[in-house]
């Protein structure tokens, strides 16, 4: 009211902090690119390692040339290059723990070549709603695993970085084959999103347990309702110390469900 008679301008609102996980997190820093050749001339024991890995291979070809370039994930480096060098120095993007960026920018830059296929549903997965960033999973500048780029030299050890429950299940007695390498995480489970419950592959989990147990899909001439509804109902999918990877012993398990009267002599 005061500025409107005249009397004084206002002040300038306060500029709203950052919030937290946003798109950015970090001062955007000017910068322009460099070439590969200026990373080289520091980074040139990672770069001879990153030509090792599938994406330094195709970057040798002539359908990669220009495709892979540090720059491309990294950002413009020549601030970083005038400061010296450094982590995360002049605005280049280290993809490491301490970048400061979070982890939707780090994921934008994998997910500008990579979302398609599988990661169709990674946008709104339970891993993306928890602040998962690619690199979590994933290595690009070396070769660790046979297939994927992952962390880890079995896939099961990636997924056990979290899954730690999933892990001592494993050691149970009865367990998924998982420890003796005839299946693996993802052969039930898309980590990087699904349209179903626990990030399964197939429309519902009885249709997971059928690509392996196909000799349980029916149809049978006496239907089990528990089984119909759901595999879990009796199993436990990762591992168990009862046998064939049941909840509880037998006849207990049954008797959830089955409580008869004394002296009726069955169910």
């Excluded at 595999?231 to 207990?252: F, Q, T």
Aim: with cysteine.
């Amino acid at each position: 009211r005061d500025w409107l008679a005249g009397k004084s301008a206002p002040e300038a609102p306060a500029a709203p902090a950052p919030k937290a996980g946003g798109k950015r997190t970090a001062a955007p820093v000017e910068a322009h690119f460099v070439g590969s050749n200026a990373c080289a001339t520091c980074h040139a024991p990672l770069i001879a390692e990153f030509k090792k890995t599938l994406m330094g291979k195709i970057s040798d070809t002539p359908q990669g040339k220009g495709k892979f370039e540090c720059e491309n994930c990294h950002g413009p480096g020549s601030a970083h290059v005038k400061a010296g060098g450094g982590r995360g120095v002049g605005g280049i993007m280290s993809f490491e723990a301490d970048d400061p960026r979070s982890a939707e920018e780090k994921n934008s830059i994998c997910l500008g070549c990579h979302q398609k296929g599988e990661r169709n549903y990674w946008a709104g997965s339970v891993h993306e709603t928890r602040g998962l960033a690619c690199t979590d999973c994933h290595t690009v500048m070396k070769t660790v695993s046979r297939k994927h780029n992952l962390k880890t030299k079995v896939e099961m050890e990636t997924c056990f970085q979290c899954h730690k429950l999933q892990q001592a299940q494993m050691q149970y007695s009865s367990h998924m084959p998982v420890r003796e390498g005839k299946i693996t995480c993802t052969d039930c489970h898309n980590p990087h999103g699904s349209v179903t419950e626990s990030l399964i592959r197939q429309a519902s989990i009885n249709e997971n347990c059928y690509t392996c147990h196909a000799e349980k899909r029916g149809p049978f001439l006496y239907e089990h309702a528990p089984v119909r509804e759901s595999c879990v109902n009796c199993h436990v999918p990762h591992g168990s110390n009862y046998e064939n990877l049941l909840k509880v012993a037998r006849p207990r398990l049954c008797h959830e469900c089955h409580a008869y009267a004394h002296g009726t002599g069955g169910f």
